[in-house]
């Protein structure tokens, strides 16, 4: 059977203005890393020991919100790189955690 006398066509009605398609270039800009320094570091185990939990350090993400604002609040004028933000105070503390972890056991 040939496709004239189909009636499903494989090929499109009408011709196609590609000024009018969604851009399919992939976009290759990334974010600018946060930089910490060991006082925001500080900062942030303090602010997140203050919050302790009562089932221990698991965190939830309003958590490392908070704590980013408090950041941002106490180094607004000297903070460097990118935006600390939630996400990357999590990141943050799951390393620092961890080197404490490491530390403790030494």
């Given at each position: 059977m040939s496709s004239a006398s189909s009636s499903h066509f494989l090929c499109s009605k009408g011709s196609i203005d590609p000024t009018k398609l969604p851009s399919l270039k992939?976009?290759?800009q990334r974010k600018i890393p946060a930089k910490w320094t060991d006082k925001e570091?500080?900062?942030?185990v303090l602010y997140l020991k203050e919050q302790l939990p009562?089932?221990?350090p698991n965190f939830v993400k309003k958590y490392f919100n908070?704590?980013?604002?408090h950041?941002?609040?106490k180094f607004?004028?000297?903070?460097?790189g990118g935006e600390k933000n939630g996400a990357?105070?999590?990141?943050?503390?799951?390393n620092v955690?961890?080197?404490?972890?490491?530390?403790?056991?030494?």
């Amino acid at each position: 059977m040939s496709s004239a006398s189909s009636s499903h066509f494989l090929c499109s009605k009408g011709s196609i203005d590609p000024t009018k398609l969604p851009s399919l270039k992939k976009s290759n800009q990334r974010k600018i890393p946060a930089k910490w320094t060991d006082k925001e570091e500080h900062a942030l185990v303090l602010y997140l020991k203050e919050q302790l939990p009562a089932d221990g350090p698991n965190f939830v993400k309003k958590y490392f919100n908070n704590a980013a604002q408090h950041l941002y609040v106490k180094f607004k004028l000297t903070q460097q790189g990118g935006e600390k933000n939630g996400a990357t105070c999590q990141t943050k503390w799951a390393n620092v955690h961890l080197s404490l972890h490491y530390i403790c056991a030494i």
